[in-house]
């Protein structure tokens, strides 16, 4: 995927979506291991002090889609995809689907 770090709502970046949102810790824990979350804000999932959610949402850098309800994921996916083409870009949409 491509994917700058430091600036991670550039237009240009791949598009990654959790249809599962229910999974996220799984995506909190790849972001950790890659360097981008803090090993110890996993230990407060869920908790009020920290925006690690049960579900990604959009305000952390690196979650471009709020999912959560089943098959809601591969939908926004399919819409992110066709707004590429619409805009002319050429940043890929991946999805885990997994529901």
């Known amino acids: 995927m491509r994917f700058d770090p430091s600036d991670p709502q550039h237009e240009d970046n791949d598009r990654f979506i959790l249809s599962k ?3 996220a810790p799984l995506l ?3 972001w950790a291991e890659a360097g ?3 090993h110890a804000d996993l230990l407060k999932l869920r908790e009020l ?3 690690l959610e049960g579900h990604p949402t959009p305000r952390l850098p690196f979650v ?3 999912t959560g309800s ?3 994921g591969i ?3 399919i819409g992110v995809a ?4 619409r805009l002319g870009s050429d940043y890929r949409t991946y999805v885990l689907v997994g529901d």
């Open 82 to 85: 066709i707004n590429a083409r």
């Open 28 to 30: 909190y824990a790849a």
């Open 36 to 38: 981008f979350v803090d």
């Open 49 to 51: 002090s920290c925006d």
């Open 21 to 23: 949102g229910h999974a």
């Open 64 to 66: 471009d889609v709020a």
């Open 70 to 72: 089943l098959g809601q």
């Open 75 to 77: 939908c926004a996916a």
